[in-house]
């Protein structure tokens, strides 16, 4: 059984950090892809930053967050982090860790219909 754990959602001021947490059991992190999606409200669930760890480390961040947050694995192996530096009122969302066995490519289209494991979500606002 794979279970996802979210934490470290928060409230923060523009320009602020947080630092999200996933906790996986179950989860071989290096037979496939995990990654980070938000959903706003009204919106559609999107794709932020994914890492693939098959025959190296490859990370892969949507455009609206590339340079600001940064994925990555904790040391442990069972962990996956992400972290929001120069947070905007539009990072505003609920972020959920997924998994999938799916490949590189999976990580790079960041779709998520491929992914078949979901953390329960953690909530983010930031204020302007």
């Known amino acids: 059984l794979v279970q996802l754990v979210e934490s470290g959602g928060g409230s923060v001021q523009a320009g602020g950090s947080l630092r999200l947490s996933c906790v996986t059991s179950?989860?071989?992190?290096?037979?496939?892809?995990m990654g980070w999606f938000r959903q706003a409200p009204g919106k559609e669930r999107e794709g932020v930053a994914f890492?693939?760890?098959?025959?190296?480390?490859?990370?892969y961040y949507s455009d609206s967050v590339k340079g600001r947050f940064i994925i990555d694995q904790g040391r442990d192996k069972n962990s996956l982090y992400l972290q929001m530096n120069a947070l905007r009122p539009e990072d505003t969302a609920v972020y959920y860790c997924?998994?999938?066995?799916?490949?590189?490519?999976?990580?790079?289209?960041?779709?998520?219909?491929?992914?078949?494991?979901w953390g329960q979500g953690t909530q983010v606002t930031v204020s302007s």
């Open positions: 997924a998994a999938t066995y799916g490949g590189s490519r999976t990580c790079m289209s960041g779709n998520k219909a491929d992914f078949g494991y």
């Open positions: 179950g989860y071989n992190f290096y037979r496939g892809c």
């Open positions: 890492i693939y760890r098959s025959g190296g480390t490859s990370a």
